[in-house]
Antibody, heavy 124, light 107 residues
């Protein structure tokens, strides 16, 4: 049974940093691209970042480029999001999500499993 | 960026009736279109991908249709557990983008 469990959220002041983690189980983590998607209060879903199955390729949304960095540790089955220079408009629930493709060489770019999310609040 | 627009924002439907949700893309998605259901406090759930293919375990009362820029999610014989937020997502071009959502409410 696939499980994605996010952690690391909390209340942080503007311009500070936070690192989110997503512990994966129930599937071959190293064989799938992974994503971070967020939902700001009262807003819809926003894709944040993607990382290839082997960690070699990463892409970030323009809204976080240069401030956030996605990474993964396939030996620990864990996905990360390092968030620096946080702003109030980064306040959101952050979800990790698994690529639905059959393997890392054939990503689908949509998501078949999501975590429960972790809330990040940026406020002074 | 492909902008996804969903309508209506809120849809009120009685249990047992049919719900029709729309999603429009600002340019073609080449049929790379998915639908998700999202309930408060829960993880989003993949319903449909490739416009019309149901994900594993999704009941047959959920169906997707459309092409290019206009898409529809139809839910027949609405059940109480079907109420919540619904999002469309295009995965044809980067950045991946979602619609703003349609809230499906009990009438």
């Amino acid at each position: 049974q696939v499980q994605l469990v996010e952690s690391g959220g909390g209340v942080v002041q503007p311009e500070r940093s936070l690192r989110l983690s997503c512990a994966a189980s129930g599937f071959t983590f190293s064989s799938h691209a992974m994503y971070w998607v967020r939902q700001a209060p009262g807003k819809g879903l926003e894709w944040v970042a993607v990382i290839s199955y082997d960690g070699r390729n990463k892409f970030h949304a323009d809204s976080v480029k240069g401030r956030f960095t996605i990474s993964r540790d396939n030996s620990e089955n864990t996905l990360y999001l390092q968030m620096n220079s946080l702003r109030p408009d980064d306040t959101a629930i952050y979800y990790c999500a698994k690529d639905s493709g059959p393997d890392g060489m054939n990503p689908s770019y949509y998501f078949d499993y999501w975590g429960q999310g972790t809330l990040v609040t940026v406020s002074s | 960026e492909i902008v996804m627009t969903q309508s209506p924002v809120t849809l009120s439907v009685s249990p047992g009736e049919r719900a029709t949700l729309s999603c429009r893309a600002s340019q073609t998605t080449n049929n790379n279109l998915a639908w998700y259901q999202h309930k408060p406090g829960q993880s989003p759930r993949l319903l449909i991908f490739g416009v019309s293919t149901r994900a594993a375990g999704i009941p047959a009362r959920f169906s997707g249709s459309g092409s290019a820029t206009e898409f529809t999610l139809t839910i027949n014989s609405l059940q109480s557990e079907d109420f919540g937020l619904y999002y469309c997502q295009q995965y044809y071009k980067w950045p991946l983008t979602f619609g703003q959502g349609t809230r499906l409410e009990i009438k």
